[in-house]
T-cell receptor, first 114, second 113 residues
């Protein structure tokens, strides 16, 4: 079984500042990793995913994430945030074998202020 | 391609009643997964259907059930509703193969009074 820990429940940041949302996972097998974003009263939108290969993954809206196998982490970063990035961000993991369901972290609320 | 659609978007039911939620996946996707989202428990996996068969199941009581039709549309049913069933129910669509990402619908907000 896998588990995901998002270390911060809330991250306040000023507009145009850089941000990092932290995610650590636990699994006894190889995994695929995902970041999703949820805007108020909406479903989840896929930001990016890591399956294999380059450990630096680029996603939509200027976000990127780096897979670190030794630290079992998959932190999400953006060099300059906008007000519109205010949302809840979820890290998720699935086993890299067969078809596996997603296990989500508790989420991190990113609050961008002017 | 049209995205994942869920109906209804909002629902208010009384304790003890039953409810059916519907999900239409992205065209060509054969897998539909259901999740329950609550402030306390976060996102929890309910079950996944692939080609009309339940392929995975989460840790929920038997009051929660689902099915998938030949056109890949899926329904989930909750019988004997409890106050704790109030949640956002999210449906996710996927081609169903390994490494395929899941694409989520807007959810159905269920309130049990």
């Amino acid at each position: 079984a896998q588990s995901v820990t998002q270390l911060d429940s809330q991250v306040p940041v000023f507009e145009e500042a850089p941000v990092e949302l932290r995610c650590n996972y636990s699994s006894s097998v190889s995994v695929y990793l995902f970041w999703y974003v949820q805007y108020p009263n909406q479903g989840l939108q896929l930001l990016l995913k890591y399956l294999s290969g380059s450990t630096l993954v680029k996603g939509i809206n200027g976000f990127e994430a780096e897979f670190n196998k030794s630290q079992t982490s998959f932190h999400l970063r953006k060099p300059s945030v906008h007000i519109s990035d205010t949302a809840e961000y979820f890290c998720a993991v699935s086993e890299a074998r067969g078809y596996s369901t997603l296990t989500f972290g508790k989420g991190t609320m990113l609050l961008v202020s002017p | 391609k049209a995205g994942v659609t869920q109906t209804p978007r909002y629902l208010i039911k009384t304790r003890g009643q039953q409810v059916t939620l519907s999900c239409s996946p992205i065209s060509g996707h054969r897998s539909v997964s259901w999740y329950q989202q609550t402030p306390g428990q976060g996102l929890q996996f309910l079950f996944e259907y692939f080609s009309e068969t339940q392929r995975n199941k989460g840790n929920f009581p038997g009051r929660f059930s689902g099915r998938q039709f030949s056109n890949s549309r899926s329904e989930m049913n909750v019988s004997t509703l409890e106050l704790g069933d109030s949640a956002l129910y999210l449906c996710a669509s996927s081609p169903g193969t390994s490494a395929a990402a899941q694409y989520f619908g807007p959810g159905t907000r269920l309130t049990v009074t």
